[in-house]
């Protein structure tokens, strides 16, 4: 019998022929993530005794979740970071207002083919679209892992995601991955190791393929891939850090089970408060009014997704009762939204840019809503008070339809605003 994607890169790590879901295997992680939380990380690492990192090298630090600053607390969390970084001699620092950690570890190179990926957020399932066994871990084990430079990982089930069709207009990963979600639910892939395959995702570009890895965290998944190829390999020259071998499942292996989906007659799907697998197609709930519409994160602030939203509000204003805010996930996606004027769209038509982190969307400051009010998002979460206001809702739907909600000022379906079949 062959092995999944998550055996055989774990099997390698720990240096075993073959190894067994349940089974739990001694690694060295190839990459350690961190981001604003990383002051308490360091607390953590210098109560264990510790005193320098096992290897500054495989270390990245990224100022994403509240930057810049909202409080003093925030910016004595940064210095502490900063200084940290300078004692140790971490290399790979970025600094506020350079982008939201995920999106840095695969457009900066550092998710590889075949690594193992350790990382203090759940999100960080992400670099499995570069072909990564990619987790997320506490702070306590990112500690550890800096002391000693090892970790105990349990060998997970795999579920297997068959894709097929072409997508009807206006419906992107976004709607897939809802789809996958509302149909297993929040626990569906629990500490399973999710693969996403056919030729729907083969025809995906490197943005769209993102989101389905970065959403899998939302089925309780313990990391997501999709199995590298030639458009992989490509956006990887010139990128890399490091060389790598790249690691595919066998066709021979044995999946814990398989998923089906046909993407041919997906309607734009949303999750609605307050869970992630309350998913409905959007015209269940179209009508509902909304105040604020949100466009950014790891999962959709990506060019592809500002250009989306560039293209509908073109030449159109947000209605009188939205507000809208736009945060690209990187500054080098903001330098090219700049240069290919989707920038320039989106403000015409009254949308604020902020600077590229993760902003509202986890109640930190740049846009959390007062009590009673509605927002769209393109996030990944929408539990109450996860924007940082208890009594509000969330709404999570793609770029497209976030923004033909913000002109409309209730949610609805994109081709309702700029015409053509829906």
């Given at each position: 019998m062959g092995m999944t994607f998550a055996e055989k890169v774990l099997a390698r790590h720990a240096e075993k022929k073959q190894v067994q879901p349940g089974e739990i295997v001694e690694i060295q992680p190839d990459v350690a993530l961190s981001h604003d939380n990383t002051a308490a990380i360091i607390g953590i690492f210098q109560k264990m005794g510790a005193e320098t990192v096992f290897d500054a090298s495989r270390l990245v630090i990224v100022l994403d979740h509240a930057t810049p600053a909202p409080t003093t607390k925030h910016a004595d969390n940064h210095r502490r970071i900063r200084a940290f970084v300078q004692e140790q001699g971490i290399g790979n620092f970025y600094k506020i207002g350079q982008g939201i950690c995920h999106q840095i570890m695969v457009e900066e190179g550092h998710a590889l083919p075949g690594e193992v990926i350790v990382g203090a957020d759940s999100h960080t399932?992400?670099?499995?679209?570069?072909?990564?066994?990619?987790?997320?871990?506490?702070?306590?084990?990112?500690?550890?892992?800096?002391?000693?430079?090892?970790?105990?990982?349990?060998?997970?089930?795999?579920?297997?995601?068959?894709?097929?069709g072409e997508f009807p207009p206006y419906t992107q990963a976004k709607d897939l991955a809802l789809r996958a979600i509302g149909k297993l639910g929040a626990d569906g892939a629990l500490y399973q190791s999710v693969e996403w395959h056919g030729t729907t995702v083969a025809a995906m570009d490197i943005s769209q393929r993102a989101v389905l890895t970065n959403m899998m965290a939302e089925m309780g998944a313990k990391n997501a891939v999709i199995p590298p190829d030639g458009l992989t390999l490509q956006y990887l020259e010139g990128r890399a850090k490091r060389p790598f071998d790249v690691v595919s499942p066998d066709e021979d292996a044995n999946y814990a089970e398989r998923l089906e989906i046909d993407v041919s007659h997906l309607r734009p799907m949303i999750a609605c408060p307050h869970s992630v697998d309350h998913v409905r197609p959007v015209e269940e709930i179209a009508g509902t009014p909304i105040h604020q519409a949100f466009l950014g994160t790891c999962t959709n602030g990506r060019l592809e997704d500002l250009a989306v939203a560039a293209e509908i509000l073109e030449g159109r204003r947000l209605h009188p009762r939205t507000r809208m805010i736009v945060i690209p996930a990187s500054a080098r996606i903001y330098l090219e939204a700049m240069k290919a004027g989707y920038l320039e769209t989106l403000i015409r038509a009254g949308a604020v840019i902020g600077t590229p982190g993760c902003g509202p969307c986890m109640g930190n400051h740049m846009g959390v809503p007062a009590e009673g009010e509605v927002t769209i998002s393109t996030a990944n979460r929408n539990f109450r008070g996860r924007m940082g206001t208890q009594e509000s809702e969330i709404y999570l739907a793609s770029p497209a339809v976030v923004a033909a909600s913000a002109i409309a000022g209730e949610i609805t379906h994109p081709a309702e605003v700029v015409g053509g079949s829906s």
């Open positions: 399932t992400h670099a499995g679209v570069m072909g990564a066994f990619a987790v997320g871990i506490g702070r306590t084990e990112i500690a550890s892992v800096w002391a000693i430079g090892r970790i105990w990982l349990r060998v997970p089930e795999s579920l297997r995601v068959e894709v097929k």
